[in-house]
T-cell receptor
Framework: GQQVMQIPQYQHVQEGEDFTTYCNSS?????IQWYKQRPGGHPVFLIQ?????EVKKQKRLTFQFGEAKKNSSLHITATQTTDVGTYFC???????????????FGQGTILTVHP | DAGVIQSPRHEVTEMGQEVTLRCKPI?????LFWYRQTMMRGLELLIY????????DSGMPEDRFSAKMPNASFSTLKIQPSEPRDSAVYFC?????????????FGSGTQLSVL
């Protein structure tokens, strides 16, 4: 079935280094969302991108949506230990018809930050 | 609002026993989703409802799994009989209108261990 591919699966960085995770789809996406899950926690919504080429920033986090609306990235500048967790992209993938909010999640990138 | 409420938080049971997971979505939300999370398979959508009606249960792994939503404020996911491979974290999530452009609100999850 349709999937959202996310890489890398794991990323270990030293505190202060940058971090980037990427998502790719074979089909054009109506929108893409990003979630963060802290260890032992549940996914929490970060942001949604809708427009082609859209770039949004949240403090040290920068989110981009590709021009073709088939890929997206999340970049964290100068990571901190509070950034530790798993970052997921998610998108509505429906072969026609209404998705009713159904989201397909990427595999997630587990970020470890060493102090 | 208290958010999406799931119970129990943890469940330990023996193989062959029936397990019932419960979810109370955010009041006013029309779509409800059950996800399962494992290290191997990530976040998998099992089933989702819109206005209490099951829309897509293609993610339900086997006939041992069933889900109901008798009213707008309550849903259950039942596994009967349970097996060790069902061990996972089960998340319930809801969204306001289910148009595909809205974020999901996740509950804290149920950690299920089947011995």
């Amino acid at each position: 079935g349709q999937q959202v591919m996310q890489i890398p699966q794991y990323q270990h960085v030293q505190e202060g280094e940058d971090f980037t995770t990427y998502c790719n789809s074979s089909t054009t996406l109506s929108n893409i969302q990003w979630y963060k899950q802290r260890p032992g926690g549940h996914p929490v919504f970060l942001i949604q991108l809708v427009k082609s080429g859209e770039v949004k920033k949240q403090k040290r986090l920068t989110f981009q949506f590709g021009e073709a609306k088939k890929n997206s990235s999340l970049h964290i500048t100068a990571t901190q230990t509070t950034d530790v967790g798993t970052y997921f992209c998610a998108a509505p993938l429906n072969a026609g018809g209404t998705s009713y909010g159904k989201l397909t999640f990427g595999q997630g990138t587990i970020l470890t930050v060493h102090p | 609002d208290a958010g999406v409420i799931q119970s129990p938080r943890h469940e330990v049971t023996e193989m062959g026993q029936e397990v019932t997971l419960r979810c109370k979505p955010i009041s006013g939300h029309n779509s409800l989703f059950w996800y399962r999370q494992t290290m191997m398979r990530g976040l998998e959508l099992l089933i989702y409802f819109n206005n209490n009606v099951p829309i897509d249960d293609s993610g339900m792994p086997e006939d041992r799994f069933s889900a109901k939503m008798p009213n707008a404020s309550f849903s259950t996911l039942k596994i009967q009989p349970s097996e060790p491979r069902d061990s996972a974290v089960y998340f319930c999530a809801s969204s306001p209108a289910g148009t595909g452009n809205e974020k999901l609100f996740f509950g804290s999850g149920t950690q299920l261990s089947v011995l």
